[in-house]
């Protein structure tokens, strides 16, 4: 064999762990799994996974057990943090972890060298009234580091946990195993992009395998990583004991609605709470007009509850004891809303939502714990609003971000509803009146002003931040000067939130001599395209529909005159989904640059990437074009 191939068969058989079989043993860790330096699958990693291995069977108690070992490989720092840092999700009512075991290898003086965690390491903390959380962290850590860690959790047969195959860093090999008696029958969700292979040992065992899954990277305007990385889910459908009937664990929707309003602190308190009626009547001081009537029920939950930041579809209180300490869940918030809409003699029902983060609604898949969130519905004259009480400075016409994931539930005590989750569009519009002098410095004001989510999200960042200090943020990496700020309507919700900054620019343009070269844009422009990819597998979620709008005034110095303005321009997304107008005037020494984009559709599927990806491009060269000016001869 020519010696230089097999030199390189060598190196790949050192990098890629196949000169010897991996020891599935705990602790037991090879010196090729030390001295890995990459993985060549992917030379970007930063860690690998070098085995991720579940094995699940039910106990002779009908609990199932699940034991975990999963092993990872650090080549630099960048993802200690994330993964020498264990989070475990356990339900509250019906799941433990046993037997955690967590070390980390490090080579020392060519001898590998164990450091383990300590057996009280591992801390527990309430997620939601139907999880928890299992934290350990791995001691010893570094670049070059291997961790093993194994443990055992025992839930709920009707619970059997999900299995994830794809995670942000790439993973050489992971296998699911599930031993499970044949009078259990499980639907089976297979999600993402990427899918296992499938194999049946025997009767009641089957395994899931995948090799060399690259990793997952996260791209812009997405919901949670969950929605669209490989993993399997079980679901119980049915539960078949020898001689005795079938019984159908998985029921319908009609049956998740059915089971809230029978729950005390949601139907009872929506049917009961009598004292409200007075309360309604003293607020509403005899109106009359159904929209006044929901403004000032929704001002007054506003006003007098404020949002523990805690979501939930079940409130954990009275509504009495809410309004008493004057906090309160997003459910106790949005279901006294409901409540007191009813009392006035509104169509108000509840909606059951998931949040971004929580992961979307699986409508083939009816299990209430696919809920995190509610808000409120109302209609007047046909016509559905939604309602979210949460955020004092949000506008009644919008939801928060948090809420616009698709779809939710309508909880009707007649019918069970699936409705779109949508807010009015978010706006931003930014003003500038500057001139421009013979030395390329800019001087005059900008002015921002926000409708919608854009508004509350400008209110609470004032509020935290306080307003030197929001300024200071606003133009931070801009060596600008801000001599006077002002806002307008900080406290309204409902009106659109303004300010205005007096400014001077002394590092904006480039002078070339008897030529000026600058952008008008200063401010709001899309500076680079957030569509990376040249391909995507899932949607662009953009959550709300919104509206940009830069309008730029310039004044020219005396003794120059115009040599370029850009040219207008004009692109149409299909079916409306989006346009954008970019504009020039000049009159005398005034420059006018007007830029409008409008994107009219909240979601994208990925067919559609490639011609929204071409149109930010497109916006991106265009707002990036400059304006040429030159002095007169």
């Known amino acids: 064999m020519n010696k230089k191939i097999l030199i390189v068969i060598l190196s790949l058989c050192s990098n890629t762990l196949l000169c010897g079989q991996v ?88 001898r590998i060298v164990e450091t383990m965690m300590s057996e009280d390491a591992i801390i527990k903390s309430k997620i939601n009234r139907y999880y928890e959380e299992a934290k350990f962290a791995i001691p010893n850590v570094k670049a070059g580091t291997v961790i093993d860690i194994s443990y055992t959790i025992k839930a709920s047969a009707s619970a059997l946990p999900s299995w994830q195959f794809q995670y942000t860093i790439p993973v050489m090999e992971t296998k699911y195993i599930a031993d499970i008696p044949s009078y259990y029958s499980f639907r089976e969700d297979v999600i993402g992009y990427l899918k296992p292979s499938y194999n049946r040992i025997k009767e009641t065992v089957v395994s899931w395998t995948m090799k060399d899954v690259p990793a997952f990277k996260k791209e812009s305007y997405m919901t949670t990583l969950d929605d669209y990385i490989s993993r399997i889910d079980f679901h119980l459908a049915r539960v078949t004991f020898p001689g005795q009937e079938t019984i159908y664990v998985l029921k319908d929707w009609g049956w998740v609605m059915s089971s809230l309003l029978e729950e005390q602190h949601f139907g009872d308190q929506m049917k009961g709470s009598g004292f409200l009626k007075k309360i309604v009547e003293e607020e509403l001081g005899g109106e009359k007009d ?55 003699g509104i169509n108000a029902q509840p909606v059951a939502i998931s949040t971004r983060d929580y992961g979307e609604i699986r409508a083939a898949v009816p299990k209430l714990n696919q809920f995190n969130d509610l808000i409120c519905s109302v209609k007047v004259d046909d016509k559905r609003i939604l309602l979210d009480a949460t955020d004092p400075f949000l506008p009644m016409s919008s939801l928060p971000l948090r809420c616009l994931n698709n779809v939710g539930l309508l909880i009707d005590e007649n019918d ?88 001077s620019i002394s590092d904006h343009v480039q002078d070339a001599g008897d030529r000026i070269y600058f952008n008008p844009l200063i401010y709001g422009m ?108």
């Not at 069970?416 to 030395?439: G, N, P, Y």
């Not at 949607?539 to 830069?550: A, K, L, N, R, S």
Request: a neutral charge; one cysteine or more; hydrophobic letters at 35%.
């Open 23 to 110: 020891s599935f043993e705990f602790g037991d860790i090879s010196m090729n799994e030390m001295t890995m330096k990459s993985y060549p699958q992917d030379s970007s990693a930063r860690a690998v996974i070098i085995f991720n291995i579940g094995d699940v069977y039910l106990d002779d108690r009908l609990n199932a057990i699940v034991k975990r070992h999963l092993r990872v490989k650090f080549f630099d720092q960048t993802e200690i943090e994330d993964w020498a840092n264990m989070t475990v999700r356990l339900s509250r009512f019906n799941s433990s972890i046993s037997k955690v075991k967590a070390s980390s290898f490090n080579l020392e003086n060519g």
């Open 290 to 344: 159904p929209q006044k009537i929901i403004e000032k029920l929704y001002d007054y939950v506003k006003r007098n509850v404020e949002w523990n930041e805690y979501t939930d579809v079940i409130p954990d209180h009275i509504f009495k004891k809410v309004l008493e300490e004057k906090k309160g869940s997003s459910s106790e918030i949005n279901l006294l809303l409901v409540t007191m809409l009813r009392k006035a």
């Open 416 to 503: 069970a509803e699936w409705i779109t989750i949508q807010s009015s569009r978010s706006r931003l519009a930014v003003t500038t009146s500057l001139k421009i002098s013979e030395t390329g410095e800019l001087n005059g004001n900008l002015k921002i002003e926000r409708a919608g989510i854009s508004a509350s999200v400008g209110r609470n960042d004032l509020k935290l931040k306080g307003e030197p200090e929001y300024v200071k943020s606003l133009f931070s990496g801009k060596p600008w000067q801000v001599h006077s700020s002002t806002f307008t309507n900080k406290n309204e919700s409902n009106q659109q939130l303004s300010e205005t900054h007096d400014i």
């Open 526 to 633: 899309q500076e680079a395209n957030p569509f990376k990819s040249e391909v995507r597998q899932f949607p662009v979620d953009f959550g709300t529909t919104f509206e940009d709008i830069i309008h730029c005034k310039i004044e020219l110095p005396l003794d120059f005159e115009i040599e370029e303005l850009p040219q207008p321009k004009a692109i149409v997304l299909p079916g409306g989904a989006g346009r954008f107008n970019y504009s020039t005037n000049k009159t005398g020494k005034l420059i006018t640059v007007t830029c409008h984009l409008i994107i009219n559709k909240a979601r994208f599927m990925p067919e559609e990437y490639p011609i929204l990806r071409e149109f930010y491009t497109q916006v991106v060269a265009k707002q990036s074009e400059q304006i040429i000016i030159k002095k007169k001869k």
